[in-house]
């Protein structure tokens, strides 16, 4: 029973080096979303998708892309990494668009 | 602008205590309200929730929230904590009936005392 599942668990990225967080849900979830969490603040969207095909953006977009091919992936690439996107990043999905959502264990990242 | 509060960022409680966690918001409309729960090493996962009705929620493993218009708020209640409840609590207001347009607290950090 995996639910939301996120790889790295852990990264160090360089300045100006590129990566790719990956994200798997094997719930059916149509909704899927990308936040990221600072220290002493709230989670802020990223980017979210309300299914196969569909991206859009959230709160804080600049400097991430996305794309969801299928509907139990939602990678999340980061082109040109910055120190300001050192952060832990959640992914989490949701059956319906207000249904509870479900979210992965993390990744914390940090660029240097 | 719309925010979530919780002003405080870590709370120590003994076990067999009770427990209150505050969350208060600025949103001109009645919003959408929940608590989330983050065990160590875990992903967050949904204690309650408010949506309209009741103003005092049950949720899952003994705890409740009440929503208190008139403050703004919807604190987290516990009467009894156990160890197994260490673990950081996010509260979140619903400007909208969509998980998009969620606004999430900084968080609440609770440390058991045994």
């Known amino acids: 029973n995996a639910g939301v599942t996120q790889t790295p668990k852990f990264r160090i990225l360089k300045i100006g080096q590129s990566m790719t967080l990956q994200c798997t849900q094997d719930m059916n979830h149509n909704y899927m979303y990308w936040y990221r969490q600072d220290p002493g603040m709230g989670l802020k969207l990223i980017y979210y998708?309300?299914?196969?095909?569909?991206?859009d953006k959230g709160e804080v977009p600049n400097g991430y892309n996305v794309s969801r091919s299928t509907t139990e992936d939602f990678p999340l690439r980061l082109e040109l990494a910055a120190p300001s996107q050192t952060s832990v990043y959640f992914c989490?999905?949701?059956?319906?668009?207000?249904?509870?959502?479900?979210f992965g264990n993390g990744t914390r990242l940090t660029v240097t | 602008a719309q925010s979530v509060t919780q002003p405080d960022i870590h709370i120590t409680v003994s076990e067999g205590a009770s427990l209150e966690l505050r969350c208060n918001y600025s949103y001109g409309a009645t919003p959408y309200l929940f608590w989330y729960v983050q065990s160590p090493g875990q992903g967050l996962q949904l204690l309650l929730k408010?949506?309209?009705?009741d103003t005092l929620v049950q949720g899952i493993k003994g705890f409740e929230a009440e929503f208190k218009r008139s403050q703004s708020s919807f604190n987290l209640r516990k009467p009894s904590v156990h160890w197994s409840d260490a673990a950081e609590y996010f509260c979140?207001?619903?400007?909208?009936?969509?998980?998009?347009?969620?606004?999430w607290g900084a968080g609440t950090k609770l440390i058991i005392k045994p």
């Open positions: 989490a999905s949701s059956g319906t668009d207000n249904s509870p959502l479900h």
């Open positions: 998708s309300v299914g196969a095909g569909i991206t």
């Open positions: 979140a207001v619903g400007l909208g009936d969509s998980n998009y347009q969620l606004i």
């Open positions: 408010y949506f309209s009705g």
